[in-house]
């Protein structure tokens, strides 16, 4: 899942699927042209609900395509009762009958309801379409994604420079890390930590997207071969995306060059310590703005995770001023032995924010 997301819009109207301008949208909100975000007037609050009151499907219009998977596609929808934008994820129409990725389906949307955090997104309705698939909506985020503001940094882009000091970075770790413990301590072990499902909206705002492969207590995954991660077949991404995009058939356990040695190795008893080495990943991705572990293979990725040690984050990018504390805290958190890592993502957040102290 991509997450429920959407750049900024221009301030014009959005459009049926007939092509007409919604006349309940133009009543309600107003676009501001500025940062893509509704005007909340009087005549949007205040109205009456439609003389045709429809729930569930029927009361989301002006859809706008934001995604296409092979699984689902997530829209942009408005909401004639309450009169807003949201995000529509809807499981595709030839899978309606398939039972495992029904419950798939679901679970992802009870597990992304159920953990209502500050740092993680509100689903507001789970139901089915015309054609008995299903879809759930939940709230529409307009910003980037830590990828793409880690690639911004990358290329010395100075709004980014400016945007995303070192400082904000560890702030945003943070947060994802207060969205992670919580999960942890409703026994939800999300396993495809990375930059790509960490959003950032527009003000402020850090939140922890696609619940789609976490694991739950009573679930257990089929045993599998590095040969079972294959790119999309319509992917037109290269080699080097590709590692960071591909998925496996079935069950999606992670992205390799997140993967923690037990997700690889395909242990059974993967708990949270496996999400503290995916972070540890993604904050040497975000101190060095480089990755740790990259191969020119599947394969050969999977072998430097399980066997070979990472370039020190202060030897990777010593242009990046690094502390001693926050390397210390990196290489902890990707021990190849789960023993020898950070035992909670709690245990982790104090020791990155006593890193954090110090350099004030």
């Known amino acids: 899942m991509m997450g429920a997301v959407g750049q900024s819009t221009s301030g014009h109207l959005p ?7 919604s006349a309940t949208y133009k009543e309600s909100v107003v676009a501001n042209p500025s940062q893509g975000y509704p005007q909340i007037i009087l005549s949007g609050t205040d109205r009456d609900l439609p003389e045709m009151f429809q729930e569930g499907y029927l009361r989301y219009t002006d859809e706008r395509l934001l995604f296409n998977g092979r699984k689902a596609y997530l829209e942009a929808v408005f ?3 309450v009169g807003r934008m949201v995000a529509r994820k809807t499981l595709r129409y030839e899978l309606r009958n398939d039972e495992e990725e029904r419950r ?5 949307a009870r597990v992304t309801a159920q953990l209502a955090h500050p740092n993680t997104i509100p689903v507001y309705e789970i139901g089915t379409t015309k054609g008995d698939s299903i879809f759930f909506t939940m709230k529409l985020l307009r910003g980037e994604d830590l990828y793409e503001a880690i690639k911004r940094l990358a290329n010395r882009d100075q709004s980014a420079v400016q945007a995303y000091p070192m400082s904000e970075l560890v702030e945003i770790f943070l947060q994802v890390s207060q969205a992670l413990a919580f999960a942890h301590a409703h026994g939800v072990i999300h396993r495809d930590i990375k930059p790509e499902n960490v959003w950032l909206g527009q003000f402020g705002e850090v939140v922890l997207l696609d619940w789609g492969v976490a694991k739950v207590w009573g679930v257990e995954d089929p045993p599998w071969e590095p040969e079972d991660f294959k ?3 319509d992917s037109k991404t290269n ?7 591909l998925t496996r058939s079935g069950q999606l356990p992670g992205t390799p060059l997140y993967m923690s040695p037990e997700q690889i190795l395909g242990h059974k008893g993967i708990d949270e310590r496996s999400d503290v080495f995916s972070m540890g990943v993604m904050l040497y991705e975000l101190m060095t703005l480089k990755e740790p572990f990259r191969g020119e293979t599947v394969r050969k990725t999977f072998d430097l995770i399980i066997h070979d040690d990472p370039i020190s984050p202060r030897e990777r990018a010593p242009e990046r001023h690094i502390s001693e504390a926050f390397e210390a805290i990196i290489l902890r958190a990707i021990e190849k032995e789960k023993k020898d890592r950070y035992q909670s993502v709690q245990e982790m957040m104090a020791d990155v924010r006593d890193a954090r102290d110090a350099l004030l």
């Open 239 to 245: 080699d080097k995306e590709q590692l960071r995009t």
């Open 104 to 108: 798939r389906f679901l679970r992802e």
């Open 231 to 233: 790119p999309h077949p």
């Open 15 to 21: 459009k049926n699927l007939h092509g007409a301008q």
């Open 79 to 81: 909401d004639n009762i």
